[in-house]
């Protein structure tokens, strides 16, 4: 079935998520332009998250027929992959009742491997967090250029494929309630030089450690506030919600500081911290807090417990 077909097809309430599989400058130029141009055609406010240097480009060949598109740095606003889905909502609440649009490229080549885990989780969630609501969001992969274990994840998460104006049924995916296996894999432990504190009543403890091994790593001040922020709020959800107190570990390489907290708590929506929580959901308020200030947030919870890494970048 052609997309515009398919597109056409699902118009109204249906929400549609598609990988876009492109190779290079000149199929990226002709794949996107062509999408953006039935955005248009069918009135549809259109959201474009991309790399700086190809929201430039679009700008330009776009030659100010921009009406009802809004451009923004996915560089910037998917560096934690958490945060896009609620920029796609705030989006969507600019314009009630309407159908809208966005197209963005969550993966890229230089993003590390724990990143991409938590892409693929980003767009997993997506098909829970829109399910129902009049969107279609068009994810960009360039073939040329992410590993094919990648592109395997996103065949998992997106119901469909494009490639040019082809539309096919993605033989891979696994279903709105689906995780790439990758997703759910523990943690690694850390390293055996990594401090650690164990803490039960008092996160007093827990605030200088963050501060001692942040200063230490050389993390700007500004954002050692920031930690030591997002460090408080998952400790006192262990606080909150569980009786055994809980675990930090942190330690640092040349590139970030990571500081992973463990507990005996369950995290039981999915959704959380990826949305503006409503109301005192178990781990909702302090991860979306969380995430707004941390580079990258992993969470593994189970039966047995809930660890949770932060990381922030040292540049």
């Known amino acids: 079935m052609g997309a515009d077909v398919a597109e056409a097809a699902a118009a109204g309430d249906g929400f549609l998520h598609r990988a876009l599989l492109y190779r290079g400058a000149t199929e990226f130029r002709a794949s996107i332009e062509r999408y953006l141009r039935g955005g248009q055609a069918r009135a549809e406010p ?7 240097t190809k929201v430039s480009w679009l700008r330009r060949e776009l030659s100010g027929d921009t009406a009802g598109m809004a451009f923004t740095d996915m560089t910037e606003v998917g560096r ?37 885990r938590e892409t693929a989780r980003y767009e997993a969630l997506v098909n829970l967090a829109f399910c129902g609501t009049p969107a279609t969001v068009v994810c960009l992969y360039d073939t040329a250029g992410l590993a094919p274990s990648v592109l395997e994840d996103a065949s998992c998460t997106h ?22 296996p990758g997703c759910d894999r523990p943690l690694s432990r850390p390293p055996a030089t990594a401090e650690r ?40 959800n262990t606080l909150r919600h569980t009786r055994a107190g ?43 807090l969380v995430n707004q200030v941390c580079d990258l947030v992993e969470v593994r919870t189970s039966a047995d417990g809930t660890t949770i890494c932060l990381h922030m970048r040292l540049r």
């Open 246 to 288: 809980g675990t930090v570990h942190l330690w640092h390489d040349d590139q970030e500081i990571l500081c992973q907290i463990t507990d005996s708590g369950v995290i039981a929506d999915r959704l959380a911290g990826y949305r503006v929580p409503a109301g005192d959901l178990p781990g909702g308020q302090g991860l979306w």
């Open 159 to 180: 119901p469909a494929l494009l490639r040019g104006s082809a539309e096919e049924c993605s033989p891979g995916y696994l279903g709105p309630e689906g995780l790439p």
């Open 80 to 116: 934690n992959p958490a945060r896009i889905i609620p920029a796609i909502r705030g989006f969507m609440d600019r314009y009630p009742g309407r159908r809208i649009r966005c197209v963005g490229e969550p993966a890229w080549p230089d993003r590390s491997a724990a990143e991409l």
């Open 197 to 236: 504190l164990r803490y039960q009543r008092d996160l007093r403890p827990v605030r200088s450690l963050v501060t001692r091994c942040a200063r230490s790593a050389r993390l700007p001040a500004r954002r050692i506030t920031d930690l030591v922020l997002a460090a408080s709020e998952v400790a006192a």
């Open 46 to 52: 259109v959201l474009i998250a991309t790399a700086p």
